[in-house]
T-cell receptor, first 112, second 114 residues
């Protein structure tokens, strides 16, 4: 079945460092891909999405490109802030009834 | 604030208790979801309701019983739970069913089963 694999956390960075959180997926057909973010004490919020190969989703300085050849959707940000500390979830919506399938989440901690 | 509220935010219960989780969405959506979030594991979809009808039950034990009286409210009734049911329970909603739209999540109920 469809699945999503994320890099293990926690990831600890200094402010203004470059961020990459790896995400790879397994799916039949052409899934849509998402990144959700969960700030402490809150529910998940959609951060960005891409619906077809080579699309780039972007929001709040974060970017991710849908790479079908490598089945990846890595999340990047050029300069992280303390306020970016959160858990980041990669997800896909495939052909299994259209439901969202999530990775296990990657915790990011940004230090001043 | 995503427009999806959940109460209570924290709940501690014994294995013989009966309790209910409540979710309310103020977005005019027609689909609602229950997810279970356990540490270091992917979110698990439990139930889906679309226009008040249950359209998905992902092999959830019968000690979890959902109820959707209208498109704005969703409940999860709990009874005779086990300690391994301790987790964060998230409610979500979307304008249409799961295949068509972005889901908006509530803050969750942190459940501890003693």
């Amino acid at each position: 079945g469809d699945s999503v694999t994320q890099m293990e956390g926690p990831v600890t960075l200094s402010e203004e460092a470059f961020l990459t959180i790896n995400c790879t997926y397994t799916a039949t057909g052409y899934p849509s891909l998402f990144w959700y973010v969960q700030y402490p004490g809150e529910g998940l919020q959609l951060l960005l999405k891409a619906t077809k190969a080579d699309d780039k989703g972007s929001n709040k300085g974060f970017e991710a490109t849908y790479r079908k050849e490598t089945t990846s959707f890595h999340l990047e940000k050029g300069s992280v802030q303390v306020s970016d500390s959160a858990v980041y979830f990669c997800a896909l919506r495939g052909n299994q009834g259209g439901k969202l399938i999530f990775g296990q989440g990657t915790e990011l901690s940004v230090k001043p | 604030e995503t427009g999806v509220t959940q109460t209570p935010r924290h709940l501690v219960m014994g294995m013989t208790n009966k309790k209910s989780l409540k979710c309310e969405q103020h977005l005019g959506h027609n689909a609602m979801y229950w997810y279970k979030q356990s540490a270091k594991k992917p979110l698990e979809l439990m139930f889906v309701y679309n226009f008040k009808e249950q359209t998905e039950n992902n092999s959830v034990p019968s000690r979890f019983s959902p109820e959707c009286p209208n498109s704005s409210h969703l409940f999860l009734h709990l009874h005779t739970l086990q300690p391994e049911d301790s987790a964060l329970y998230l409610c979500a909603s979307s304008r249409e069913g799961p295949s068509t739209d972005t889901q908006y999540f509530g803050p969750g109920t942190r459940l501890t089963v003693l």
